[in-house]
């Protein structure tokens, strides 16, 4: 069965420090997600992506933060300066369709846990 | 008060037990769905009702949902030792992002 991969799995930064998360979505899928959870609290939506750009953004997701699709198969997020804050599970997710009145299911990857020092 | 908030917060039973989960929700919705956490780990995707359904079965899952009352329940029937784990309903409103619940923590026992 496909399925949404992510890497690393775990990842240890200092603060101030740039990271980049990747993620490859199922290949037939259009739409990409960003959520994140920090250790004890719930999962909270980050970014959507489709057709080369964002459709939607959280108040998270400030100008620290930004996402790409270098390619025909990864996504990825890039944290410019990490903060001790940013501490938590990044879970990448991929849908077949994600617009208004959709009734798909979001597929979630395993998820990256990245720890700021 | 949030959109998704899970009942309760956490449940203890024993093997061969049902196990029900609630959901409560603030905005009208497209869909709810569920998902299962194992400590520390991914979200995998249960199931999933759209907003005009009223019951949904998967195995040993049985999801609900009332849209006048703005709640869902999950039904695990006899539960087994693998089930423990968070669960988190997630609803989808007019945009493509996913507001998750706080999610209940299940524990079951052998």
């Known amino acids: 069965e496909p399925e949404v991969t992510q890497t690393p799995s775990h990842q240890v930064t200092q603060m101030g420090q740039e990271v980049i998360l990747r993620c490859v979505p199922i290949?037939?899928?259009?739409?990409f997600y960003w959520y994140r959870q920090i250790l004890g609290q719930k999962v909270e939506f980050l970014v959507s992506?489709?057709?080369?750009?964002?459709?939607?953004k959280s108040e998270i997701f400030d100008d620290q933060f930004s996402v790409e699709r270098p390619d025909g198969s990864n996504f990825t997020l890039k944290i410019r300066s990490t903060k001790l804050e940013d501490s938590a599970m990044y879970f990448c997710?991929?849908?077949?369709?994600?617009?208004?009145?959709?009734?798909?299911?979001?597929?979630f990857g395993p998820g990256t846990r990245l720890t700021v020092t | 008060s949030q959109q998704g908030e899970e009942d309760p917060q956490a449940l203890s039973i024993q093997e061969g037990e049902n196990a029900t989960m609630n959901c409560s929700y603030k905005?009208?919705?497209?869909?709810l769905q569920w998902y299962r956490q194992n400590s520390g780990r991914g979200l995998v995707h249960l199931i999933l009702?759209?907003?005009?359904?009223r019951e949904k079965h998967s195995g040993r899952l049985r999801v609900t949902l009332d849209t006048s009352k703005k709640s869902s329940s999950l039904l695990i029937t006899a539960s087994r030792a693998a089930d423990t784990a968070s669960y988190f309903c997630?609803?989808?409103?007019?945009?493509?992002?996913?507001?998750f619940g706080t999610g209940t923590r299940l524990q079951v026992f052998p």
């Open positions: 905005t009208s919705i497209n869909n």
């Open positions: 997630a609803t989808l409103l007019n945009t493509d992002k996913l507001i």
């Open positions: 997710a991929s849908s077949e369709d994600g617009t208004s009145g959709t009734l798909w299911e979001q597929y």
């Open positions: 290949s037939n899928h259009l739409y």
């Open positions: 992506f489709y057709n080369n750009e964002i459709s939607e």
């Open positions: 009702i759209r907003s005009n359904e």
